[in-house]
């Protein structure tokens, strides 16, 4: 199955329990999916050539 990184931006902590729960689900369909929380360059570059969720929320 694929491999998705899901990249986190929030203030508040909404943002990162939607991309806990979307992590849940890709993992229960087969998906090898990777939250990151506090992302840096070095984070995304293995994701160049897979797939990526950036979940973030306006204040």
Avoid: C, R
Avoid at 18 to 45: C, M, N, R, Y
Wanted: aromatic share 10%; no cysteine.
């Amino acid at each position: 199955m694929a491999e998705i990184g899901i990249f986190v931006g929030t203030m508040y902590g909404n943002s990162l329990l939607v991309a806990e729960e979307a992590e849940a689900i890709l993992t229960a369909q087969g998906h090898k999916a990777t939250v990151f929380e506090d992302p840096e360059l070095s984070d995304w570059l293995p994701y160049q050539d897979k797939y990526v969720l950036v979940v973030t929320s306006t204040t």
